[in-house]
């Protein structure tokens, strides 16, 4: 069976990661890495391959950065490319980026069967880009492999059938417990002149908070706040950076002006992107984690962290039901309020959803290996 995986950005490669190391296990499958390097710098990309000893990829398409219709179909003209040339029997994409689905729907296109990992996960949302790319995935895809059950809601409501939705568990948590012990090693804390529960982190890179200068400002207004309550650490996505600069954001609130120029004493401290294994260890010791990404919502709630979510939805609802994930918007007075309230209180016991235990690659590639036997992958694409 010949597979090929597809990453592009940051958040793809710890999903893919547990993946190939599954399919290596199994000599009768035989897998190809491409990467549409949707995410090219040092940081955003390589690090990640270096941490989570991911393979060279075999192909790397140098896609880069663009509007949504130039990266989305300078994606699909050179994917096209790579599956004429290697015609394999199945594309396995990951997550909700640009880069999944225009791979997903390059293939199916040409009649080769799709696997969607972390399928069915809704925001309810089509604002938000990563909405429309995980629907048009779901529609196209023949393997929907979900993490939570609400995800099998979503997709049985929108007409999928039963057969195609697999609960596997999450690849992502995979990764996060097979790294554990390696990250507890990294010593990004003093490095950062950082100390165990003694910070906050924050991740801040979504369209609809960043790009729009009221709701940047809104958030920084309430980070602002914050700061004066706990040291906030910043590892900063090059979207934001970009926007900061472009809105002149550190001339209305003096707080971020210091830490352009990377004060690490500073109480609002602001680093570059940081590689898995410093991340891993800088969530797992915080005392509080403000963020609008979709997986940290998931991480801290296996770590046990409290998580305070800058956002009005989330697709992932077993982090508020069963983690330590809160929904708090984007206002400035319920963000504050929230987070001074996780600083009064001791962290809540660390539980883990179901399925979230480390085997979800492994369940994935058997039911593959199964799927194929029975020759159920003709029947599709
Ligand atoms: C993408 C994903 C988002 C994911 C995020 C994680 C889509 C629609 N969005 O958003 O779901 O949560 O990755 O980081 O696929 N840039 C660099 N260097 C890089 C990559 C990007 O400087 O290596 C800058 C460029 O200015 C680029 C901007 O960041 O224009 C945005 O990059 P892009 O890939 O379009 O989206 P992200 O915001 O990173």
Not at 278 to 284: R, V
Request: charged share 30%; proline share 4%; glycine share 4%.
């Amino acid at each position: 069976m010949k597979i090929i995986n597809v990453v592009g950005a940051r958040p793809n490669f710890m999903k893919i990661a547990p993946l190939i190391e599954e399919m290596k296990k199994h000599p009768e499958i035989t897998q190809i890495l491409v990467h549409t390097e949707q995410h090219y710098d040092q940081n955003m990309s390589k690090l990640f391959f270096d941490d989570l000893g991911l393979p060279k990829p075999n192909i790397n398409l140098r896609i880069g950065s663009g509007s949504h219709a130039e990266q989305t179909a300078r994606i699909m003209i050179e994917f096209e490319k790579v599956l004429l040339r290697e015609n394999p029997d199945l594309t396995l994409v990951v997550g909700d980026v640009n880069s999944c689905v225009a791979c997903a729907l390059t293939s199916i296109k040409l009649g080769i069967p799709v696997a969607h990992v972390e399928a069915g996960l809704r925001s309810f949302d089509r604002t938000m880009p990563e909405e429309i790319n995980r629907i048009v995935t779901d529609a196209i895809s023949d393997f929907l492999f979900i993490t939570e059950k609400s995800a099998k809601d979503n997709l049985l409501r929108e007409g999928k059938l039963k057969e195609k939705i697999f609960f596997t568990g999450n690849v992502m948590i995979d990764t996060l417990l097979k790294n554990k012990k390696k990250s507890d090693a990294s010593e990004v804390l003093s490095k950062l002149n950082l100390k165990p529960k003694e910070y906050a982190v924050l991740t801040l890179h979504r369209p609809a908070n960043v790009d729009v200068r009221e709701n940047l400002e809104r958030i920084l207004e309430a980070l602002e706040e914050v700061q004066k309550h706990i040291k906030i650490v910043y590892p900063i996505h090059p979207r934001t950076k970009k926007m900061i600069n472009e809105f002149r954001m550190s001339k209305t609130f003096s707080f971020l002006d210091d830490n352009l120029t990377k004060n690490s004493n500073s109480s609002f401290f602001i680093t570059e992107p940081l590689g898995y294994l410093d991340f891993l260890k800088l969530i797992s010791e915080a005392k509080l984690v403000l963020t609008d990404s979709g997986g940290i919502q998931e991480e801290t709630t296996v770590l046990g962290v409290p998580c305070l979510t800058l956002r009005k939805n989330t697709e992932r609802p077993i982090t508020i039901k069963g983690g330590t994930n809160i929904l708090v918007g984007t206002q400035k007075d319920k963000i504050v309020k929230a987070a001074l309230s996780v600083l009064a209180k001791n962290n809540r016991p660390k539980k883990s959803p179901e399925k979230w235990d480390g085997l979800a690659s492994k369940r994935i590639i058997r039911i593959l290996l199964e799927q194929y036997e029975l020759n159920k992958f003709k029947e599709k694409g």
